[in-house]
């Protein structure tokens, strides 16, 4: 977090958040990378939403996610295997842990433990699922900031 | 004007200024994009949140086993020889390491000595990441042959004999040792170990607890000793704050050497946050010390891990084991080949005042550690993740550095160097 010499506490609280706010904005995303968490698989089996925590984890921050895996016209899809993997491509290196699904929360929707990002950027999770329709898998893109 | 309304505009002027903007001030020396102020901002010490607990140890607190823990590591009779204690190799006034490449305690080691400060940050232990705590990791030197070369036994003995009183006052009363042998322990020479064979389990697990208490209170104190600030933790404050005299505090060689290190040189890559380091374990074709044996790194510790007694799961761990103890039960998989030959980012804070570098001291300088990851050698064990010239990577590019940047960097480097804190010294 952005830290301020001066000793105005209500300025630096305010500059902080709108700093934030504002850094953000002047910086640049990565371009063409498609972030979206609501995908269909490389062979359309299933349509797969991931659902990162509610606030932004801090790096190296051990956390969960959410999947939920649905066949194409939405039907949940229950007792799925699923596999997690995933890296960053422009580092050349993979997760700093084994994540995986510990339970099935509710029809077709699953939690992901054992997630942890250990640096900002561009970080893919990857996917393989293991359903009534087959195997298929898919690849997400999630950018990873500071803060 | 309301109070909310003049916060507002200062904190926007904050923003501009973050942006690169300034107005009816002195201008900046030094002029950064506001995405490079934000990385520069995440890397000031200020912004290292607090130690993670380790609920592995209840202890890790208390000012007592803090107390104790400080004695017990300057305690050269807890070796074989009765001349080695924790300090020989993590020496207080010598940034809490040896100086030299391979640690040299009863016998000589095949690693650096790590320095300890502010490895409470990190979930893993050693170059090779091998222990999960701060108190399972001090046991270790203990007991290796190459370090104090002593037993659980006898260390548990000395522990009674000369500090009994502040052991009780934390840990509660030493068991009756009179039936114990003199020297016994299942990692020791051979006869040690028939002596510990043939102890029965109870006796064990009571030299055990005893054991683990020590690395525990060894932790309390370990766990005091922290980074203060450097020159770059105070540069980037003035630049956050748009004081131009206070970017004074780097000259422009380590201003441009700064620059490297977030750019071309890649080196934030890895070595990212207040420690300057992911706390994960990468292979960059660092030369092996020994090429005939080579170092696994990574990959060779993951077993060892997983089945060491005093781990997060272990008898002798305070945390909850099934809902606690995330990073064991989430480790990687130790056929993952990215651990093969992957060694554990140090910590660049105070860099330049411990050479020789590497997990072996196989650098002697910063000189050669910048140029090795220029030159990216291949690696003799596993796949190194540097990008080489001619063998481009899909994503990452080679590094490529001037002469002049690498001596910027190497003097960047320098301006990491700040004072250690002690408490309880």
């Known amino acids: 977090m952005t830290r301020f010499t001066r000793p105005l506490k209500p300025f630096a609280q ?22 979206s968490l609501d995908r269909q698989t490389v062979e359309g089996r299933y349509r797969i939403r991931l659902q990162p925590p509610a606030s932004a984890p801090a790096i190296n921050q051990m956390h969960a996610w959410e999947v939920s895996v649905a066949t194409p016209d939405g039907q949940p899809v229950r007792q ?68 | 004007m309301g109070r909310s309304t003049r916060l507002l505009l200062a904190g926007s002027l904050a923003v501009l200024l973050l942006c690169g903007f300034s107005f009816n001030r002195t201008p900046l020396r030094d002029r950064w994009s506001g995405e490079e102020l934000k990385l520069l901002a995440s890397m000031q010490l200020d912004a290292l949140p607090p130690a993670p607990a380790d ?25 074989a020889n009765g001349q080695v204690s924790c300090a020989t190799c993590h020496a207080a006034d010598r940034q809490f390491q040896d100086g030299v490449p391979v640690g040299k305690g009863v016998g000589t080691g095949t690693r650096r ?18 222990k999960d705590s701060l108190w399972s990791q001090a046991l270790g030197p203990l007991e290796d042959g190459a370090e104090h ?33 003199a020297d016994a322990g299942p990692l020791g020479t051979p006869e040690q170990r028939r002596a510990w064979a043939t102890l029965p389990a109870s006796v064990q697990a ?28 105070r540069y980037v404050q003035a630049t956050l704050a748009g004081d131009a005299q206070g970017q004074q505090l780097l000259s422009p060689a380590e201003v441009r050497g700064l620059r490297a290190f977030i750019g071309p040189g890649q080196c934030a890559t890895c070595h990212n946050g207040p420690l300057f380091t992911d706390q994960h374990f990468h292979n960059t074709g660092v030369p092996q010390r020994d090429p005939g044996r080579p170092d696994l790194g990574r990959a060779g510790a993951i077993a060892a891990l997983s089945r060491d007694e005093f781990n997060c799961f272990g008898p002798h761990s305070d945390a909850d084991k099934t809902r606690g103890c995330e990073e064991l039960r989430f480790l990687v998989d130790e056929a993952d080949p990215a651990l093969k030959g992957a060694f554990k980012t140090p910590s660049l804070r105070n860099v330049a005042l411990r ?3 590497m997990h072996a001291g196989q650098l002697p300088s910063l ?35 001037s002469e002049a940047q690498l001596r910027d960097l190497v003097s960047f480097l320098e301006a990491l160097s700040g004072p250690v804190i002690d408490p309880l010294r």
């Open chain 2, 113 to 130: 000595s790590m320095p300890i400060i502010a490895t409470t940050h990190s979930p893993w232990k050693f170059w090779d990441g091998r």
């Open chain 2, 55 to 79: 609920a592995s140890n209840r202890f890790e607190r208390s000012p007592a086993a803090a107390a104790l823990g400080r004695k017990l590591f300057h305690d050269a009779r807890l070796s």
């Open chain 2, 367 to 401: 000189q050669a550690v910048v140029a090795h990851y220029v030159a990216s050698p291949a690696a003799t064990v596993g796949h190194s993740e540097l990008a080489r010239e001619g063998h481009v990577h899909v994503e990452r590019q080679p590094i490529r550095l």
């Open chain 2, 206 to 233: 009571e030299v055990n607890r005893v054991f683990a208490n020590v690395g525990k209170a060894i932790a309390a104190y370990e766990r005091s000793v922290s980074y203060g600030a450097s020159r770059f933790d």
């Open chain 2, 355 to 357: 050479p020789p570098y």
């Open chain 1, 14 to 35: 305010a500059a902080s958040l709108v700093a934030l706010l504002l850094v953000s904005a002047c910086m640049s995303p990565p371009a063409n990378l498609d972030t």
């Open chain 1, 80 to 147: 799925a295997r699923i596999a997690v993997d995933g890296g960053m491509p422009q580092h050349g290196h993979g997760l700093p842990t084994r994540p995986r699904v510990t339970r099935e929360l509710a029809d077709g929707r699953y939690l992901i433990e054992g997630m942890k990002f250990s640096m900002t950027g561009w970080w893919e999770i990857k996917l393989a699922v293991q359903g009534e329709q087959g195997a298929d898998k898919v690849t997400f893109n999630t950018v990873v900031k500071g803060g």
């Open chain 2, 149 to 181: 070369a002593t037993t659980r036994v006898h260390v548990s003995r000395l522990v009674r004999q000369h500090h009994r009183d502040e052991y009780e006052a934390v840990f509660g009363r030493l068991p009756d040792m009179a039936a114990w042998p």
